[in-house]
């Protein structure tokens, strides 16, 4: 959620310029150096305060395309399938920037947090009905179920899987191609493979994930590691949040998405890899 750093270290670099924006060093907030910048009024919720952010990211906004689409789907309970091959999300994470400086460089990037420490199941509760999804308590480590319309506790969460960040295909670049057209993250693969060597984001089935999206200027100056904390400005959508799961569980998602997805047709016709 917005103001957590992020973790996850273990996606290597594909460039030497990558390799500066892990995200253990990008992603890890630190104490406020130089000038403080006040934010502007952004679209999304963001992530850690922009007091003392670096003046290229502290205006950066973000607003989610297809929101609708995406409340739609998070009233049912979003779901996202993952396999071994890996498998792109739908709705497709897109986003439309604002306030970045149309002559800087910047990276964009995602990267996925577990929302709890439980793990999900879908089937019947005692007197027919479950409490719903977020009413136990987070202190119990324990598995979920989805029972009668609701998703219950099941058993304790699987170790967490590999940590990744996906970076966007076409980083780095000006702040002013950013701004021109929407950013899509259309190439991004989810996977249950945790002996995946495609780059794709490790999540385990029936757990639940909260995506996040960062921007990150490319800091010019030679000691740039040192500024890493206020180079970057995240971003999450609370309507994004989905489970990951291995064959949708509930209809109403599975219907959803057959009428929503311009490439759901082989699902129609029984491709068993349509989207």
């Given at each position: 959620?917005?103001?957590?750093?992020?973790?996850?270290?273990?996606?290597p670099?594909?460039?030497p310029?990558?390799?500066?924006?892990q995200?253990s060093?990008?992603?890890l907030?630190?104490?406020?150096e130089?000038?403080?910048?006040?934010?502007?009024l952004?679209?999304?919720g963001e992530g850690?305060?922009a007091?003392?952010?670096?003046?290229?990211?502290c205006?950066a906004?973000?607003?989610?395309e297809?929101?609708?689409l995406?409340?739609?789907?998070?009233?049912?309970?979003?779901?996202?399938?993952v396999?071994?091959?890996?498998?792109r999300m739908?709705?497709?994470?897109?986003v439309k920037l604002?306030?970045?400086?149309?002559?800087?460089?910047?990276?964009?990037?995602?990267?996925?947090?577990?929302?709890?420490d439980?793990?999900?199941?879908w089937g019947?509760?005692?007197?027919?009905?479950?409490?719903e999804?977020g009413?136990?308590?987070p202190?119990?480590?324990?598995?979920?179920?989805?029972h009668?319309?609701s998703?219950?506790?099941?058993?304790?969460?699987?170790?967490?899987a590999p940590?990744?960040?996906?970076?966007?295909?076409?980083s780095?670049a000006?702040?002013a191609?950013?701004?021109?057209q929407i950013?899509?993250?259309?190439?991004l693969k989810?996977?249950?493979?945790?002996l995946d060597?495609?780059g794709?984001?490790?999540?385990n089935?029936?757990?639940r994930?909260q995506?996040r999206f960062h921007v990150?200027?490319?800091?010019?100056?030679?000691d740039?590691?040192?500024?890493?904390?206020?180079n970057?400005k995240?971003?999450?959508f609370p309507?994004?949040?989905?489970m990951a799961?291995t064959a949708?569980?509930?209809?109403?998602?599975?219907?959803?998405?057959?009428?929503?997805n311009?490439?759901?047709k082989?699902?129609?016709?029984?491709?068993p890899?349509?989207?």
């Amino acid at each position: 959620m917005p103001g957590n750093g992020a973790t996850d270290t273990s996606c290597p670099p594909t460039t030497p310029m990558a390799a500066s924006l892990q995200p253990s060093a990008a992603f890890l907030g630190g104490p406020g150096e130089g000038s403080p910048c006040t934010p502007g009024l952004g679209w999304a919720g963001e992530g850690p305060g922009a007091s003392g952010k670096n003046r290229h990211v502290c205006h950066a906004a973000a607003r989610l395309e297809m929101g609708s689409l995406w409340e739609e789907f998070n009233r049912l309970g979003t779901e996202m399938i993952v396999t071994k091959a890996g498998r792109r999300m739908f709705p497709t994470f897109q986003v439309k920037l604002s306030g970045l400086d149309p002559l800087a460089d910047y990276v964009l990037l995602m990267d996925f947090i577990p929302l709890d420490d439980k793990r999900y199941r879908w089937g019947w509760g005692s007197g027919g009905r479950g409490p719903e999804l977020g009413v136990l308590s987070p202190s119990l480590p324990c598995r979920y179920a989805f029972h009668s319309s609701s998703w219950l506790a099941a058993g304790r969460a699987e170790p967490a899987a590999p940590g990744r960040v996906h970076f966007h295909p076409d980083s780095p670049a000006k702040g002013a191609q950013w701004m021109r057209q929407i950013v899509s993250f259309d190439k991004l693969k989810l996977t249950n493979n945790l002996l995946d060597d495609n780059g794709h984001i490790i999540l385990n089935s029936m757990h639940r994930y909260q995506p996040r999206f960062h921007v990150v200027f490319v800091d010019p100056r030679r000691d740039s590691e040192r500024f890493a904390h206020q180079n970057f400005k995240s971003f999450s959508f609370p309507e994004t949040q989905f489970m990951a799961v291995t064959a949708y569980q509930n209809h109403r998602i599975t219907q959803l998405k057959i009428a929503s997805n311009p490439f759901a047709k082989g699902f129609r016709d029984g491709d068993p890899e349509p989207w």
